[in-house]
């Protein structure tokens, strides 16, 4: 009760001291979560560490970013040594202990879960506040530009505060929904028992988030009701069955593998004002894993004008064909209400797809992004939530491969008012990382199709698919580098390079919406749902290139100094003009800030 209490007590001192709230919507990515979430989550500089917390039942296993991310000390490189996992004994009857969990696939040791010297040797205090992250941040994105030189976003200059998405690259924090730059924490009040073959367990979860002097955004962050049942009353077998509720967002619940790449998260359903819960089931044992699961929301139905729930259908698995090959599939239907069309309100649209991931790595773990994952926060079972980077000696490596396919029902430009059609998105990465003694390397090479990039909108313009006459162009981008660890001065620096050819649209004319006034073609260089921007009439896209040196020095763990300085050329980037007060807006090209030079130095404290 005391625990409860002060947890109240908590929540309602800076809601007393800052004199109002703002609740966020959940955002979706891509995203890392992204940011969007909408997606807003616009990648930021220091990456963030995955949280030691075991995955949720069947969560997928997803690869890192290329960003090097942030290292702390390690010791001198010694043998790995590898423990087979055992199985718990049964508690006597009638004994009520703290779970461990059961909800991943454990025989390749796939996390890094059950690490006992990550633990427990924490001497912090415990406390209901859990992966908490304070950033103070001087930063400049643009060291070329003076104040009126842009248009928005511009450059604010020299400041102390997080950068704005001109500060974040396009490879940046490729698997969370975070910019890595924010000032927040989490909220978790959890409780674990184990009675007889039931492991249950259940967190509320919120998440708190600095935006301004006098407000926090607080936003529930999965709170979970999970339970595992073992088939074997002796736990010597792994076999097992388990359920996970998600009482108000079941945005952690989600299709596909990286990310930025994911989907069928809360943000299918972004026009419902209520939670969107959901629930899980799966069976797991040694080697493999299936579930399934369901998802509902509540929308306005155009055309009778009155709340109607919809549905979302969820499955997936996964087996691990070999201790260093794993093979992934999950897929699902949405049922995403009514079309916003006058001559379509009568028709739903569908969504419905498949994604699946191929793993093959040696002595490195396969992992999944922080913003798949359950919070757990046992007093009795302390957990150090960010694992300073382990350096073992020798070589491991990784490669995942990921493919995604989705169709949707959309209006039909071609056929007139009052048809439909199915259009089709796609998406794909290949991820690869590898250590070498206290080097890491890291590659991603990542495509996306404009149908998948608008899939949440959807499509442009909304609700329709593209026109026969309009020339679609895909997202291609490719990054990678490496980072060096010092384990003596407690340093790592790295460097990653990239470049990217953003998705667009061509069309006979401006879409529904444009601000430009100009006539004839129109080419839209599209990066995501809420970054447009039109090239000059008769100008194609370019590639942007990218170039960030990272130096990170874990002066006292868990708190750092982080240095970015980073080069970006992006030959796309536009303003609107108007050549007279009766002329039309038009675009064209913003060629003295084609060229930008920032850095971010930033003082860390993740805990």
């Known amino acids: 009760m005391y625990r409860l209490l002060a947890f109240c007590a908590a929540l309602a001192a800076p809601m007393a001291a800052l004199g109002q709230t703002q609740p966020e919507t959940a955002p979706e990515?891509?995203?890392?979560?992204?940011?969007?979430?909408?997606?807003?989550?616009?990648?930021?500089?220091?990456?963030?560490?995955?949280?030691?917390?075991?995955?949720?039942?069947?969560e997928p296993a997803a690869p890192p970013s290329t960003v090097p991310p942030?290292?702390?000390?390690?010791?001198?490189?010694?043998?790995?040594?590898?423990?087979?996992?055992?199985?718990?004994?049964?508690?006597?009857?009638?004994?009520?202990?703290?779970?461990?969990?059961?909800?991943?696939?454990?025989?390749?040791?796939?996390?890094?879960?059950?690490?006992?010297?990550?633990?427990?040797?924490?001497?912090?205090?415990?406390?209901?506040?859990?992966?908490?992250?304070?950033?103070?941040?001087?930063?400049?994105?643009n060291v070329f530009a003076n104040l009126g030189e842009s248009q928005f976003p511009n450059f604010p200059g020299y400041r102390f505060g997080p950068p704005t998405n001109l500060g974040v690259l396009?490879?940046?924090?490729?698997?969370?929904?975070?910019?890595?730059?924010?000032t927040l924490s989490h909220g978790v009040l959890y409780k674990g028992v184990t009675r007889g073959q039931w492991d249950v367990e259940g967190a509320m979860v919120v998440r708190f988030t600095s935006v301004a002097e006098g407000s926090i955004d607080i936003e529930d962050a999965g709170s979970y009701i999970h339970g595992t049942y073992w088939l074997d009353p002796e736990r010597r077998r792994k076999d097992r069955v388990s359920f996970t509720a998600f009482p108000t967002s079941s945005d952690r619940f989600r299709?596909?593998?990286?990310?930025?790449?994911?989907?069928?998260?809360?943000?299918?359903?972004?026009?419902?004002?209520?939670?969107?819960?959901?629930l899980k089931v799966q069976y797991s044992n040694d080697r493999l894993w299936f579930y399934g699961g369901a998802k509902s929301a509540v929308l306005v139905d155009a055309e009778l004008d009155e709340e109607r729930a919809e549905h979302g259908f969820l499955f997936g698995g996964g087996i691990d064909i070999t201790d260093m090959v794993r093979f992934e599939l999950n897929g699902g239907y949405f049922d995403r209400g009514s079309s916003q069309?006058?001559?379509?309100?009568?028709?739903?649209?569908?969504?419905?797809?498949?994604?699946?991931?191929?793993?093959?790595?040696?002595d490195m773990p396969l992992t999944s992004s922080i913003d798949f994952r359950l919070y757990k926060n046992d007093p009795e079972r302390a957990v150090r939530f960010f694992r300073p980077e382990k350096y073992p000696g020798g070589l491991s490596w990784l490669v995942a491969a990921e493919a995604t396919v989705i169709g949707q029902t959309l209006k039909d430009l071609d056929k007139g008012p009052g048809s439909t059609t199915v259009q089709y998105g796609a998406a794909g990465d290949i991820n690869f990382r590898a250590k070498y003694n206290y080097t890491r390397f890291m590659a991603t090479t990542q495509y996306r199709d404009l149908a998948f990039?608008?899939?949440?909108?959807?499509?442009?313009?909304?609700?329709?698919?593209?026109?026969?006459e309009f020339e679609i162009a895909p997202n291609f981008f490719f990054a990678g580098g490496f980072d060096h660890h010092f384990p003596e001065s407690r340093v790592t620096a790295g460097v990653t390079l990239g470049f990217d050819i953003p998705a667009t649209l061509e069309?006979?004319?401006?879409l529904p919406g444009d601000t430009a006034e100009a006539s004839g073609e129109a080419t839209y260089v599209i990066r995501s749902e809420g970054e447009i921007t039109r090239l000059p009439v008769g100008e194609g896209v370019l590639p942007e290139f990218a170039a960030k040196f990272t130096g990170r020095w874990d002066f006292a763990d868990p708190f750092a100094f982080i240095l970015d300085v980073y080069f970006s050329?992006?030959?796309?980037?536009?303003?609107?003009?108007?050549?007279?007060?009766?002329?039309?807006?038009?675009?064209?090209?913003?060629?003295?800030n084609f060229n930008r030079l920032g850095f971010n130095v930033n003082l860390q404290a993740r805990f």
């Open 170 to 182: 396009f490879f940046e924090n490729y698997d969370t929904r975070f910019s890595g730059f924010e």
């Open 255 to 278: 299709l596909g593998y990286s990310f930025r790449l994911s989907w069928g998260g809360s943000g299918l359903y972004q026009r419902s004002g209520v939670p969107v819960p959901g």
């Open 341 to 362: 069309l006058e001559d379509l309100v009568s028709e739903n649209v569908q969504l419905a797809g498949l994604s699946a991931q191929l793993s093959v790595h040696k």
């Open 70 to 141: 942030a290292t702390a000390p390690a010791a001198a490189p010694a043998a790995a040594v590898e423990v087979a996992p055992t199985a718990p004994p049964p508690p006597p009857p009638g004994k009520t202990t703290p779970i461990a969990d059961a909800s991943a696939p454990v025989p390749t040791s796939t996390t890094d879960e059950g690490d006992d010297e990550d633990e427990s040797e924490d001497d912090d205090p415990y406390s209901d506040f859990i992966d908490t992250r304070l950033n103070f941040t001087f930063t400049n994105e």
């Open 507 to 510: 069309a006979p004319a401006s």
């Open 29 to 58: 990515a891509p995203a890392a979560e992204p940011p969007a979430e909408s997606d807003a989550a616009t990648a930021g500089a220091p990456a963030v560490d995955a949280p030691d917390d075991s995955l949720a039942p069947g």
């Open 453 to 468: 990039i608008l899939h949440r909108t959807p499509s442009l313009p909304a609700f329709s698919d593209f026109a026969d």
């Open 569 to 592: 050329r992006d030959p796309n980037r536009t303003r609107l003009v108007r050549d007279g007060p009766d002329d039309l807006l038009r675009p064209e090209f913003d060629e003295d």
